[in-house]
């Protein structure tokens, strides 16, 4: 297929380009970016007025396939990803079972052949997830993985985990990291405040994060692994990205939209569709996730794509399980919430979701440069419409978010020169 983007604004970082220009894509690939490109195309796309950026990347999403297909399947969230203007993802090992061997990598490859997105599969850190044992980690590398993670949980034991480390960069592969002190948080359901009080549930308090961002940090010091921060939620998590910055580590570090939206102040009644792992935070927290945002301290915009059920969200607070959809409301709250009111410039908004995500994974992606594989997201960053779940791809309709005005719409999504959404 070849495509012909006319009078679009392309805003790519990795090649350094923010101007009015066209784009012509074919073979899966972008062959020319320049002025006023005349050349037949079976499909001409007028993209005046419309951002033209690299597909966005999401480094953090909950597939839930295999095992748990009554919340997501891979197609479905492809389908959403594609929805949101993303053109790579990266599936959490958290599945049924979990992500820990050669061969269900494998497997999940080909279930992902015909995905109208590029699925990359994270490896779990152990066996079941279960912190005992090591997960087959160098073969799930030869399948190949894009990361390891025990997303959902911390491996608690330091000496496990600081094993797995020297493998991951053995392996050079990225270590994603979920930061949370099992005991620590008990039974904790909301952030611990006058929410949580309210309720009558038990409270999460920032240490339960902070405490192993500061561990994890200091193993990633100690063994040279290149460490990636999950979903931040707390202003001294962003003081310790900075820390860990100054002082030359490989960390990096990403912050999911309902944190830079939301606070805890927000959630309304019992409604299940704000509980989410970290929570949501106080006015402090999200105000430091901003200003790190702002200053590039924290690199990464991700989702935490985290389907569930309607039947399993409709459980009281304290047992309803932790989690929110996210790809087809991020790039319209980042936009809406972050450039829109003057924080983040568009360019800064493509390096957190495509360009900065495509360095911590290591891979040639995030870059619409001429020789590059033509996955591209072209948005109305001025358009604004009601955030309406019935719409969504997703079998997860967990958001709260549903009815929200937002300004920025994905109107085409283009995967390999294959033009997968139209708005
Ligand atoms: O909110 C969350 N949902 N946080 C997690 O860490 C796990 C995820 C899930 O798998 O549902
Ligand atoms: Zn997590
Ligand atoms: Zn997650």
């Not at 066209?22 to 007028?46: F, H, M, N, P, W």
């Amino acid at each position: 297929m070849t495509i012909l983007i006319k009078n679009g604004r392309i805003i790519d970082p990795m090649s350094n380009r923010d101007e009015v220009a066209d784009l012509y894509v074919e073979d899966g690939i972008v062959s020319q970016v320049g002025k006023e490109i005349e050349r037949e195309a079976e499909r001409i796309i007028d993209a005046t007025d419309l951002l033209v950026m690299p597909g966005f990347i999401d480094l953090h999403v909950h597939l839930r396939e295999p095992g748990l297909e009554h919340k997501e399947t891979i197609e479905t969230g492809a389908m959403a990803a594609a929805r949101g203007g993303f053109t790579t993802i990266c599936a959490m090992p958290n599945t049924k079972p979990v992500v820990d061997s050669r061969e269900v990598v494998e497997d999940i490859y080909k279930r992902a052949e015909k995905a109208k997105c590029h699925v990359l599969q994270v490896g779990a850190v152990t066996k079941g997830q279960m912190g005992a044992e090591l997960a087959d980690i160098r073969e799930m590398k030869q399948a190949g993985i894009c990361a390891i993670s025990e997303d959902g949980k911390s491996v608690m034991d330091s000496k496990l985990y600081k094993e797995a480390m020297v493998i991951a960069k053995e392996e050079k592969l990225p270590v994603f990291a979920h930061c949370e002190d099992k005991n620590l948080v008990g039974k904790g359901a909301l952030n611990a405040g006058k929410k949580a009080e309210e309720l009558g549930v038990e409270g999460i308090t920032n240490a339960v994060e902070d405490i192993i961002t500061a561990r994890d940090i200091l193993l990633s010091k100690e063994t040279g692994a290149r460490l990636h921060l999950c979903h931040c939620s707390t202003a001294d998590s962003v003081r310790m990205v900075e820390e860990a910055k100054k002082e030359g580590l490989l960390v990096t570090a990403e912050v999911c939209p309902h944190h830079f939206t939301l606070t805890e102040d927000d959630i309304e009644g019992s409604d299940t569709n704000y509980k989410m792992n970290p929570p949501l935070r106080s006015k402090a927290d999200k105000e430091a996730l901003i200003e790190g945002l702002k200053n590039n301290i924290m690199d990464v915009i991700s989702t935490d794509h985290a389907p569930h059920h309607a039947d399993e969200k409709a459980k009281p607070m304290a047992e309803a399980p932790f989690g929110i959809v996210g790809l087809e409301t991020a790039y319209a709250l980042t936009n809406s919430e972050l450039v829109e009111k003057g924080y983040l410039s568009q360019k800064q908004l493509v390096e957190k979701m495509s360009a900065n995500p495509a360095k911590v994974l290591g891979m040639d992606k995030g870059c619409i440069g001429e020789g590059k594989v033509a996955d591209i997201v072209i948005t109305n960053p001025k358009e604004e419409y009601v955030i309406d779940v019935n719409e969504f791809a997703s079998k997860g309709k967990n958001t709260p978010f549903n009815g929200r005005k937002v300004t920025g719409k994905v109107k085409y999504t283009i995967l390999a020169g294959e033009l997968v959404y139209e708005a």
